[in-house]
Nanobody, 126 residues
Framework: QAQLVESGGASVQAGGSLRLSCVGS????????MAWFRQAPGREREGVAV????????YYADSVKGRFTISRANAKSMLYLQMSSVKSEDTAMYYC???????????????????WGQGTQVTVSS
Protein backbone atom coordinates (compact mmCIF):
# COMPACT_ATOMS: atom_id res chain seq x y z
CA GLN A 1 0.00 0.00 0.00
CA ALA A 2 1.30 3.43 -0.95
CA GLN A 3 2.57 5.57 1.88
CA LEU A 4 3.40 9.25 2.36
CA VAL A 5 5.06 10.42 5.56
CA GLU A 6 5.52 14.09 6.37
CA SER A 7 8.03 15.62 8.77
CA GLY A 8 9.47 18.98 9.73
CA GLY A 9 6.45 20.59 11.34
CA ALA A 10 7.23 22.78 14.33
CA SER A 11 6.38 25.92 16.23
CA VAL A 12 7.98 28.99 14.68
CA GLN A 13 7.74 32.73 15.18
CA ALA A 14 6.13 34.96 12.60
CA GLY A 15 8.64 36.03 9.99
CA GLY A 16 10.66 32.87 10.40
CA SER A 17 11.32 29.93 8.08
CA LEU A 18 10.60 26.23 8.09
CA ARG A 19 11.08 23.32 5.68
CA LEU A 20 8.62 20.46 5.48
CA SER A 21 9.56 17.10 3.96
CA CYS A 22 7.54 14.17 2.71
CA VAL A 23 8.83 10.75 1.70
CA GLY A 24 6.85 8.44 -0.55
CA SER A 25 7.05 4.67 -0.71
CA UNK A 26 5.35 1.65 -2.27
CA UNK A 27 4.36 3.48 -5.45
CA UNK A 28 6.17 4.81 -8.51
CA UNK A 29 6.87 8.22 -7.02
CA UNK A 30 8.46 9.79 -10.11
CA UNK A 31 5.30 9.27 -12.14
CA UNK A 32 3.06 11.23 -9.79
CA UNK A 33 2.12 14.85 -9.50
CA MET A 34 2.74 15.95 -5.88
CA ALA A 35 1.18 18.63 -3.74
CA TRP A 36 0.97 20.20 -0.32
CA PHE A 37 -2.35 20.94 1.33
CA ARG A 38 -3.15 22.43 4.72
CA GLN A 39 -6.06 22.52 7.11
CA ALA A 40 -6.50 24.96 9.95
CA PRO A 41 -8.87 24.22 12.85
CA GLY A 42 -12.47 24.83 11.84
CA ARG A 43 -11.59 25.36 8.20
CA GLU A 44 -11.67 23.24 5.05
CA ARG A 45 -8.53 21.68 3.65
CA GLU A 46 -6.95 23.96 1.04
CA GLY A 47 -4.30 23.51 -1.61
CA VAL A 48 -0.98 25.23 -0.99
CA ALA A 49 1.31 24.18 -3.85
CA VAL A 50 1.60 21.64 -6.66
CA UNK A 51 4.58 20.29 -8.59
CA UNK A 52 4.55 18.24 -11.77
CA UNK A 53 6.00 14.74 -11.92
CA UNK A 54 9.29 15.90 -13.44
CA UNK A 55 9.44 19.05 -11.32
CA UNK A 56 9.28 21.38 -14.30
CA UNK A 57 6.02 23.07 -13.34
CA UNK A 58 4.84 24.49 -10.05
CA TYR A 59 1.62 26.12 -8.93
CA TYR A 60 0.91 28.10 -5.76
CA ALA A 61 -2.06 29.40 -3.86
CA ASP A 62 -2.18 33.19 -3.93
CA SER A 63 -1.82 33.27 -0.15
CA VAL A 64 1.67 31.72 -0.27
CA LYS A 65 3.10 32.97 -3.58
CA GLY A 66 6.50 34.52 -3.11
CA ARG A 67 6.89 33.00 0.36
CA PHE A 68 6.70 29.23 -0.12
CA THR A 69 8.63 27.03 -2.56
CA ILE A 70 7.70 23.46 -3.49
CA SER A 71 10.39 21.12 -4.79
CA ARG A 72 11.04 17.41 -5.18
CA ALA A 73 13.90 14.92 -5.44
CA ASN A 74 12.61 11.94 -7.41
CA ALA A 75 15.75 9.86 -6.84
CA LYS A 76 14.94 9.97 -3.12
CA SER A 77 11.13 9.93 -3.44
CA MET A 78 11.11 13.20 -1.50
CA LEU A 79 8.86 16.26 -1.59
CA TYR A 80 9.69 19.55 0.14
CA LEU A 81 7.97 22.77 1.08
CA GLN A 82 10.27 25.65 1.99
CA MET A 83 8.27 28.16 4.00
CA SER A 84 9.61 31.69 4.51
CA SER A 85 8.21 34.86 6.05
CA VAL A 86 5.58 32.75 7.78
CA LYS A 87 2.47 34.38 9.19
CA SER A 88 0.05 33.38 11.92
CA GLU A 89 -2.48 32.48 9.25
CA ASP A 90 -0.08 29.76 8.02
CA THR A 91 -0.82 27.81 11.20
CA ALA A 92 -2.32 24.49 10.11
CA MET A 93 -1.80 20.78 9.68
CA TYR A 94 0.14 20.31 6.45
CA TYR A 95 -0.41 17.25 4.26
CA CYS A 96 1.42 15.95 1.23
CA UNK A 97 -0.54 14.27 -1.52
CA UNK A 98 0.05 12.38 -4.76
CA UNK A 99 -2.07 12.42 -7.88
CA UNK A 100 -1.72 10.84 -11.29
CA UNK A 101 0.24 12.76 -13.89
CA UNK A 102 -0.39 15.09 -15.66
CA UNK A 103 -1.48 17.26 -12.76
CA UNK A 104 -5.21 17.88 -12.65
CA UNK A 105 -5.56 21.38 -11.28
CA UNK A 106 -8.66 23.39 -10.56
CA UNK A 107 -8.54 26.78 -8.90
CA UNK A 108 -4.83 26.32 -8.26
CA UNK A 109 -5.45 23.12 -6.30
CA UNK A 110 -4.59 19.54 -7.20
CA UNK A 111 -7.72 17.46 -7.75
CA UNK A 112 -7.95 13.72 -8.12
CA UNK A 113 -5.62 12.86 -5.24
CA UNK A 114 -4.74 9.17 -5.00
CA UNK A 115 -2.67 9.16 -1.80
CA TRP A 116 -2.54 11.31 1.32
CA GLY A 117 -0.05 11.60 4.14
CA GLN A 118 -1.11 11.87 7.77
CA GLY A 119 0.09 15.43 8.24
CA THR A 120 2.61 17.49 10.17
CA GLN A 121 1.64 20.44 12.39
CA VAL A 122 2.92 23.94 11.78
CA THR A 123 2.21 26.58 14.41
CA VAL A 124 3.20 30.20 13.87
CA SER A 125 3.24 32.52 16.85
CA SER A 126 3.24 36.29 16.57
Amino acid sequence: QAQLVESGGASVQAGGSLRLSCVGSRFTYGRYCMAWFRQAPGREREGVAVISANGARTYYADSVKGRFTISRANAKSMLYLQMSSVKSEDTAMYYCAAGTSPCQISGGTLVGVDYWGQGTQVTVSS
